[in-house]
């Protein structure tokens, strides 16, 4: 199976800033990433698939990249709805799996 | 537009069976283009993705839970169904059914809005 694993577990930061969110496969898996939003008592929310494509509706501000083990999500200027747990997702193969989540505070 | 909604107790006994229901609307859970998942979600912990069944009654779990766990679908009433048995508090978790789209997106783009499961006497 891959393992998904995301750093920071969590990350504080300010309204305006730009934060960056990382998450590494434990084998390669093209550009088979997605991203989701979760917010307390919400489903999580699909932002990002194929590693980079926006998903239809998410502000531009969301930006994936990365390839094979290593991928990344901006935000580049956080507004207080952004304040929520990031998920990664590989989508290569099966059992699909996610990461453990950055969990994003309000400094 | 696509909706799911979960339906099932909240409460199940241990060394009991959960069985879960996710409602399709909007369209057609017989369409070759998706399959349909269940995840849950450990409080505190992380999303955790438990298999998917396709409109054709094909099924693949994870391996993890697989000797507890069986999906079914009533293309009829579009729905599918989870039964996870032999529970514990373990099992204790939110319930998502949710749609994978493997050859477009390649993402979980639609999700339900989940269901709270206890496993407690």
């Known amino acids: 199976d891959i393992q998904m694993t995301q750093s920071p577990s969590s990350v504080s930061a300010s309204v305006g800033d730009r934060v960056t969110f990382t998450c590494r496969a434990s084998e390669g898996i093209s550009t088979w990433l997605a991203w989701y939003q979760q917010k307390p008592g919400r489903a999580p929310k699909l932002l990002i698939y194929a590693a980079s494509r926006l998903q239809s509706g998410v502000p531009s501000r969301f930006s994936g990249s990365g390839s094979g083990t290593d991928f990344t999500l901006t935000i580049s200027s956080l507004q207080p709805e952004d304040f929520a747990t990031y998920y990664c997702?590989?989508?290569?193969?099966?059992?699909?799996?996610f990461g453990q989540g950055t969990k994003l505070e309000i400094k | 537009q696509v909706q799911l909604q979960e339906s099932g107790p909240g409460l199940v006994r241990p060394s009991q069976t959960l069985s879960l229901t996710c409602t399709v609307s909007?369209?057609?859970?017989?369409?070759?283009?998706?399959?349909w998942s269940w995840i849950r979600h450990h409080p505190g912990k992380g999303l955790e993705w438990i298999g998917y069944i396709y409109y054709s009654g094909s099924a693949y779990y994870n391996p993890s839970l697989k000797s507890r766990v069986a999906m079914s679908v009533d293309t009829s009433k579009d729905q599918f169904s989870l039964n996870l048995n032999s529970v514990t508090a373990a099992d204790t978790a939110v319930y998502y059914c949710a749609r994978d789209a493997p050859y477009g997106l390649h993402a979980f783009d639609i999700w339900g809005q989940g269901t709270v499961v206890t496993v407690s006497s």
């Open positions: 909007g369209g057609s859970i017989s369409t070759t283009d998706y399959y």
């Open positions: 997702q590989q989508a290569f193969t099966f059992p699909r799996s």
